[in-house]
């Protein structure tokens, strides 16, 4: 039972470097989503994806990349990384279909910019 | 807008002691979904229970029980006879039912977080 999978689940990144956090589930979820945690702040939503070729922003987009090729992957990309981006990064996911759903969460991803 | 409060930000008490984790939160909808979600200190996020705002029975599982009520838009969550494997950051969550064409994808709105240790 795989359920959401991240990687890598420790980054150090130098200001100004590209990344690509990976998200994959498979549990045929249309909704995927990702989430950053920062002390005090609870989670915030960056961007979602409501299923294949659909994507949008959430509460904290900017920096932030995304794309949805398939139902199963979601990968968060950071173009040029800055240390307000320092954070750990949840990506979530869930089914769509009915009123609303349990999000299942991946183990996350600590990502740190110096 | 939507707004999920809560005012603690760590508790500790000792084992076996019982202790409530306070949830405010804040909606212009009439349905609406509340959540708790366990972190443990190894990150990741558990999911405990999702209440729809038409239920307001309270709900028992174990040593974790759930206080729901809409007049005082709280749901707050108590653990009796604490363990130190309950020693975690606990997250209430709030969101609005998704409807399928209105743009509306039920993204779930966290609190702050509740830190809570459990001495032994």
């Known amino acids: 039972n795989a359920g959401v999978t991240q990687t890598p689940k420790f980054q150090v990144l130098k200001t100004g470097q590209s990344m690509t956090l990976q998200c994959a589930q498979d549990m045929n979820h249309e909704y995927m989503s990702w989430y950053r945690q920062d002390p005090g702040m609870g989670l915030r939503l960056i961007h979602y994806s409501v299923g294949a070729g659909i994507t949008d922003q959430g509460e904290v987009p900017n920096g932030y990349n995304v794309s949805r090729s398939t139902t199963e992957d979601f990968p968060l990309r950071l173009l040029s990384a800055a240390p307000s981006q320092t954070s750990v990064y949840f990506c979530a996911s869930s089914q769509l279909r009915g009123l609303t759903g349990e999000l299942f969460f991946g183990e996350g991803s600590r990502l740190t910019v110096l | 807008a939507q707004k999920v409060t809560q005012a603690q930000t760590e508790i500790s008490v000792v084992e076996k002691e019982d202790v409530t984790l306070d949830c405010v939160y804040e909606?212009?909808?009439?349905?609406?979904?509340l959540f708790w979600y366990k972190q443990p200190p190894s990150g990741e996020l558990v999911f405990l229970i999702r209440?729809?705002?038409?239920?307001?029975q309270n709900e028992i599982s174990g040593r974790y029980s759930w206080n729901f009520q809409k007049s005082t838009s709280s749901f707050n969550f108590t653990i009796t006879a604490s363990q130190v494997v309950d020693s975690a950051v606990y997250f209430c969550a709030l969101t609005r039912p998704r409807r399928e064409g209105s743009g509306n994808t039920g993204k779930l709105i966290f609190g702050q977080g509740t830190t809570l240790q459990v001495k032994p």
């Open positions: 209440r729809n705002s038409f239920d307001e």
């Open positions: 909606t212009r909808d009439t349905t609406y979904y």
